[in-house]
């Protein structure tokens, strides 16, 4: 087990600087500039340029964009807030981002695993019905419309919560945002849920449970809902990077300052900088959930434990 | 009753009876005519959830190919003085619903055009937004099919190739597609909406360079399962050629996950354009597409809802309708497969 | 069945509080009775430092913590602030000596504001080290020296500033510019203590603590990517003058979420875009204003394929521009009658520019028919596609799709192609000239109508233009000898615009930027300015 984690560990620290050099190479090739405004000289774009090292070659500026990246010095930014220290703008959003994002996964696969438990309970009746149209609808609506319904109805018309985030009341104005975020979750689970349990449900030894006289709700939640975890565990991890990316458009709309927002941001005013450092936080989160996940999955289901090991 | 007793005991001729007598019958009625297809079709067919999503795909299909004209407007005329128009449609007006009126007013009185009639309402700009959403709806069917199709091609052999020659190649292969596969894809998506000249070949290169991944990964699955078994063996005895190997006998086999895979990838498709629309990367103006409708409908959702309205109802009714399409091919095709 | 059903609700409820627990106990409670201005803005704060900031947003905040020689009143006149007085002296070779008297006034250090901060600010403005962006305007002004500077074949101790005691500057300029005045008023200006920078480092202006105020607020709090506020500086020499406690900015994108919060009463001020300009329209609060943003098209002269003053022409005269006003945008934007706007600047005669002169802009489909058909003969083809470059934001997309739809109806055979690309990646293409019609827009640095006249000098644009007649007659009226006589200069700019557009037709004015705000009726005595910063330095509160 050792050894395979540690193996997992290294391969993803190979794919993270894979990943910083694609980056780097694709926003070499964007148009435009992040010194652009009509008032610009050439002359001064120049002086701009020397300035902050980008007249450089390409290997020379990765090179030593990954020396400093290892001291944890992501640059400064361009045009955002000029001149701040990228690592700091990001450090100081990043939390804002995460808690919103686990305050949206919890509350979004609780909800979404008692949505799915009841409609597999009660299989092809009118709940069963009503809970795969919730999800399947909660799955093709775009967040951003239900962030601004919530803002419209629940925000305003019913003044229930704030609309916009107020750092001194950090979590009434995050209800909004986790709500609209954890839509997605909840019909992900959901579906995820409903399906593993019919299957789980339908099975032999659940069968057998049941011919025991075991009482409903723990045969449900002991013999069942256990075996049905073990893929839903799989999906919660990418649903979590998923929110992350999901976020960009919510935390727009809630004026919310975390990393989504400073990354619509940055890709509207050309900030280079902070573009690369953001799409690697992204990056980074991506691939340790997805570590974390795998080991996860070994821990609870020793079959695949060995079969990885093995191969 | 003890084992003497039982010794004793007299069976009379009514104590039995034949409890499966209509059973037998049944098992009767062979399999053996029924092609595979036919199975599948009548599995199929049985699911009503399914059967609704392929009548409203086959639907909004049609209307995406007709709806632009079905009237005098096409989705980039303007007629300013027309602009933000609720929707209006005769007969239904008398109703009370669809009657151009907004806070109280008919706005089609109000300013003088009477006789008009915007089905689904006019935008900001006086443009129709039935001829647009039916427009966008076309678009983005043929980013979403396009992409998916190119997606199925590059993904299946991929995995195919990888899973069947394993080896360094399959970690090569594999460890590449994990690369591409660390790189969020809204990330990698929006940095070549940048990069790239906007415009629909754009959209569908953006959304094909990761979208194959899961492609590849289902259909190298299916060859490691499947290049053990014994007719592959055979085919390799006989003397056939990787290749041949790989296409004509492993390649129909996976066919179906394939084609629920797809299904499954097309509103993922949608969906992706229409977030690419959200940064200001979609389709350029003044074509339309679901995504950018929606964008366009949400600047001003608060004071005039009417314009976001139906581009919403039908990308939800879309994607609600190709997930409960795929949802009942996967379930006709192997009711025992998973949700992948 | 039941319990699982507890036991799940349980857990929600559980899970709700445990994010609630994590949070920071909401310390600092809103004094309620404090008199102070919400604002929302679309940018987020770039810089505080004024020799880096470019932007409006930026350019407030500064403007509202720290002054400079002179500073604009409400309706854009020139009142002294750290100068409170001044002596001009004109030589007979044309350059101009302004000598400033300071009043006294202090940093928020302590310090007293002395020449010497201008000299230095001015000197570190100049700097190539410095690569400000907005240097240029240094050399606008013509100060002695200042083009050597910038371009480093003079170091910055040569510039024409010095100070002649603690409370005496003298400013030394090669021409008698008249808005010069004005442009004290302009952060760009505004004095640095030099002790206190060099203290600060690489720091300066990253945050409240790093920076120095000398004016009506300091900066208490900026919070990147959420908020920045402002409270009362009791040590501001004009302090009696200042009626509220604080200015609090918030930075939100989506004007619909602004509005909402307008609406709940947590906002004063919040600039309307799109659709909303229009459902606003009628409420008490709606301010209608006029900016001197012109924006125009422009013409990529350089690429022959479209090369024809007939085509220009034709497109120019077939937009109708008052319904963009008046239906698309609907803020109070207007038709450009020309390339100089409304409102920009006073000639010699005390009226307006645009009122003297003509409009050069007009909308007639016949003729712009048959100037097409000419321009059919002059490209040698029946029919052109021509692209329009556009920036992603709404109301540019709007109007590019307008003038699209304009072209293609009127002009059979013309068809428009629009490329829409980011702000930045759209004035890229421009500046390598790597387009054939542009929307793009120009917004004033100072009260003249030089400094649009300036933007088509052949060395200036990207589009190619190149007429030697024009670039004459602006250099004559603006550093010729045509520049001492402020009438004559009058005259020969009017007479530069129209070789522009009606002569050469070679940029399209389309319209001149309005803008709708929603000002909250409790709160009176915002400036706004058409040229120049908008200043919330004279608020009340009811």
Redesign the interface.
């Known amino acids: 087990m050792g050894k395979y984690v540690l193996k997992r560990i290294a391969i993803s620290l190979l794919t993270l600087l894979a990943i910083l050099f694609i980056l780097f190479l694709m926003l070499e090739y964007m148009p435009g500039s992040p010194f652009n405004d009509e008032k610009l000289t050439e002359a001064q774009k120049i002086l701009l340029y020397a300035k902050y090292g980008l007249d450089q070659p390409f290997f020379i500026k990765f090179f030593n964009y990954v020396s400093k990246m290892i001291t944890g010095d992501f640059g400064v930014s361009y045009t955002i807030n000029m001149n701040f220290a990228v690592g700091d703008m990001i450090a100081s959003r990043l939390p804002i981002t995460i808690k919103l994002g686990l305050q949206a996964i919890t509350l979004g696969s609780l909800i979404g695993l008692l949505l799915g438990i009841v409609a597999a309970i009660k299989h092809n009746t009118w709940i069963d019905t009503i809970t795969v149209m919730i999800s399947t609808l909660g799955v093709s609506v775009p967040s951003y419309v239900f962030a601004l319904g919530l803002a419209y109805f629940v925000g305003y018309k019913l003044g229930w919560f704030p609309i916009l985030y107020n750092m001194s009341k950090a979590f009434e104005s995050s209800v909004l945002p986790t709500l609209a975020l954890s839509v997605f979750t909840i019909a992900n689970v959901a579906r995820f849920t409903r399906s593993e349990m019919i299957d789980v449900l339908g099975s032999d030894y659940i069968r057998l449970v049941q011919s025991k006289g075991v009482k409903e709700w723990k045969l449900i939640l002991r013999h069942a809902l256990r075996n049905a975890l073990i893929p839903i565990v799989t999906v919660i991890g990418p649903l979590m990077v998923g929110l992350l990316t999901g976020s960009m458009v919510v935390e727009k709309i809630f004026a919310i300052p975390g990393i989504g927002s400073l990354m619509v941001n940055a890709i509207q005013m050309n900030d280079y900088n902070v573009v690369i450092a953001i799409a690697f936080v992204y990056s980074s989160l991506y691939i340790f959930t997805m570590l974390i996940v795998d080991i996860l999955y070994g821990i609870i289901d020793p079959r695949i434990r060995i079969a990885k090991g093995g191969s | 009753m003890t084992l003497e007793e039982m010794k004793e005991y007299e069976f009379l001729d009514d104590d039995f009876k034949f409890a499966h007598n209509e059973n037998e019958h049944l098992i009767d009625r062979s399999y053996s005519s029924t092609s595979y297809l036919k199975d599948v079709l009548a599995n199929f067919m049985k699911n009503k ?1 399914a059967i609704f999503g392929v009548v409203v795909v086959v639907l909004i299909i049609i209307l995406a190919i007709i709806g632009p004209y079905l009237n005098d407007h096409t989705y ?3 007629l ?2 027309q ?2 128009l609720p929707p209006r449609v005769p007969l239904l007006e008398k109703l009370g619903v669809f009657d151009g009126i907004r806070n109280g007013v008919n706005l089609y009185v109000e300013r003088g055009f009477s006789d008009l009639y915007y089905w689904f309402g006019s935008d ?3 443009r129709d937004i039935f001829t647009r959403v039916w427009e966008g709806t076309r678009v983005s069917l043929i980013i979403a099919f396009t992409a998916v199709i190119i997606d199925i091609m590059i993904g299946m052999v991929y995995g195919l190739i990888s899973g069947y020659f394993g080896g360094k190649i399959d970690i090569f292969m594999q ?1 590449f597609a ?2 591409l596969n ?6 990698i998506v ?3 909406g ?2 790239l ?2 415009g629909i070949v754009s959209i569908i290169f953006a959304l094909m360079i990761t979208g194959w991944i899961g492609m590849s990964r289902i259909s190298r699955a299916q060859v490691l399962k499947l290049k053990e078994h014994e007719y592959i063996l055979a085919s390799k005895t006989l003397g056939a050629r990787d290749f041949a190997i790989i296409f004509k006998d492993i390649l129909p086999n996976i066919f179906g996950q394939i084609i629920i895979m797809s299904m499954f990838s097309i ?1 993922n498709a949608i ?1 992706m354009e ?2 690419l629309s ?3 990367l979609g389709v ?3 074509l339309a597409s679901l995504g950018s409708l ?1 964008n366009e409908g ?7 809802p009417h314009i ?1 309205t139906s581009s ?1 109802v039908v ?2 009714l ?3 309708s190709f ?2 399409f795929a949802d009942g091919l996967r379930d006709a095709f192997d009711p025992k497969m ?2 992948v | 069945m039941k319990n699982l059903r507890l036991l799940v609700i349980m857990a929600l409820v559980l899970a709700l509080f445990t994010g609630c627990s994590s949070n920071a106990p909401s310390g600092d409670e809103v004094d309620e009775t404090a008199k102070v201005v919400n604002i929302a803005t679309d940018i987020d704060l770039s810089s505080m430092d004024h020799h880096i900031a470019t932007d409006g947003t930026s350019f407030i905040a500064i403007n509202s913590c720290i002054v400079g020689l002179t500073e604009l009143d409400a309706s854009g006149v020139v009142q002294p602030e750290l100068a409170e007085s001044w002596d001009v002296a004109y030589n007979d070779d044309g350059s101009t000596v302004y000598t400033f008297h300071l009043a006294d006034a202090k940093w928020s250090n302590g310090e007293m504001v002395t020449a010497d901060d201008f000299v230095f600010a001015w000197r570190r403005l100049a700097d190539p080290a410095t690569a400000s962006q907005y240097n240029f305007i240094i050399e606008t002004i013509t100060l002695k020296n200042a083009s050597a500077v910038v371009a480093g074949e003079l170091p910055p101790e040569e510039l024409g500033v010095r100070a002649l005691d603690a409370k005496t500057l003298e400013v030394t300029l090669d021409l008698p510019v008249n808005f010069f005045l004005g442009l004290m008023a302009f952060p760009t200006f505004f004095p640095l203590n030099q002790e206190f920078f060099e203290a600060q480092g690489d720091q300066y202006a990253l945050s409240p603590a790093n920076l120095l105020y000398n004016g009506p607020f300091v900066m208490e709090e900026w919070v990147s990517g959420n908020s920045f506020s402002f409270v009362k500086n009791p040590d501001y020499f004009k302090a009696e003058d200042i009626m509220i406690d604080g200015l609090n900015f918030r930075f939100i994108n989506d004007t619909q979420s602004a509005m909402l919060e307008f609406e709940s009463g947590n906002l004063d001020y919040v600039r309307l875009t799109g659709e909303l300009v229009g459902a606003y329209k009628d409420d008490p609060s709606f301010v209608e204003r006029l900016q001197g943003y012109l924006w125009y098209l422009s013409v990529n002269v350089a690429d022959e394929s479209i090369d024809s003053v007939n085509l220009r022409k034709a497109i120019s005269l077939v937009i109708d521009r008052d319904s963009i006003a008046a239906n698309i945008l609907k803020d109070g934007s207007i038709a450009a009658d020309g390339i100089v706007p409304k409102q920009l600047a006073v000639g010699p005669d005390g009226k307006d520019y645009r009122e003297s002169a003509p409009t050069f802009v007009s909308t007639d489909v016949e003729q712009a028919k048959a100037l097409w058909e000419a321009a059919k003969v002059d490209l040698g083809v029946d029919t052109l596609e021509i692209e329009l470059l556009f920036e992603d934001t709404e109301a540019s997309k709007a109007v590019a799709e307008f003038i699209q739809s304009e072209i293609e109806t009127n002009l059979e055979g013309l068809t428009v192609a629009l490329k829409s690309q980011p702000k930045k990646s759209r004035l890229e293409l421009m500046r390598n000239g790597d387009y054939q019609l542009g929307l793009t827009r120009w917004g004033p640095d100072y009260a003249d109508p030089q400094t649009y006249l300036d933007l088509f000098l052949s060395f200036n644009n990207n589009a190619g233009y190149d007429n030697p007649v024009y670039d004459q007659t602006v250099l004559e009226a603006t550093t010729g000898v045509t520049a001492r006589d402020a009438e004559a200069r009058w005259e020969m700019l009017k007479e530069a615009e129209r070789i522009l557009l009606e002569n050469d037709c070679a940029v399209i004015p389309i319209y001149q930027n309005g803008g709708a705000l929603m000002v909250s009726t409790r709160v009176q005595g915002i400036e706004l300015h058409s040229v120049g910063i908008d200043s919330f330095k004279r608020v009340t509160l009811d």
Not at chain 2, 182 to 187: C, K
Not at chain 2, 298 to 304: A, D, F, H, N
């Open positions: 959830g980039k005329s303007i300013i003085e602009a933000s900001t700009q006086g460890r994990e690369i660390g790189i969020p894809q809204l990330v929006t940095l070549l940048l990069v000249p906007p509103p969906f229409a977030y959200f940064v200001g350029p103006a003044p929606i949400y600047k001003s959702i608060t004071v005039m976001i919403i990308l939800a879309l994607m609600l997930n409960l998973k949700q």
